[in-house]
């Protein structure tokens, strides 16, 4: 059964950061890529990054790319996503997304997502 629980979101600055965490069940962590897509008021869906079920790949959006950094541990049963120099443009709520892989079809072969984590990005 895949779990997925999304913590570490709120308000900042521009330019500051965060980290969101995913705790994800075991059976996630066994068979699936996981990752982070974002959805803003009256805006589609938007694939953030992705991490393959052992780290070796991994995939960043463009909006994103050289500021948000995604990795696992699966000995801890969670995924992070370090997200600095924020823009107010990276407010949305972010989904845990889980995968059968992590390339550039993300998130649209995302199976299973969370209940989301608010990010808040304002002076």
């Known amino acids: 059964q895949v779990e997925l629980e999304e913590s570490g979101g709120g308000v900042v600055q521009p330019g500051g950061s965060l980290r969101l965490s995913c705790a994800a069940s075991?059976?996630?962590?066994?068979?699936?890529?996981l990752g982070w897509f974002r959805q803003a008021p009256g805006k589609e869906r938007e694939g953030v990054s992705c991490v393959g079920k052992s780290g070796d790949s991994v995939y960043y959006g463009d909006s994103v790319k050289g500021r948000f950094t995604i990795y696992r541990n699966n000995a801890r049963a969670t995924m992070y996503m370090e997200m600095n120099s924020l823009k107010a443009e990276d407010t949305a709520t972010y989904y845990c997304?889980?995968?059968?892989?992590?390339?550039?079809?993300?998130?649209?072969?995302?199976?299973?997502w969370g209940r989301g984590t608010q990010v808040f990005v304002s002076s």
């Open positions: 075991r059976f996630a962590l066994d068979y699936y890529a």
């Open positions: 997304a889980a995968a059968p892989a992590c390339d550039t079809r993300w998130p649209d072969i995302a199976e299973y």
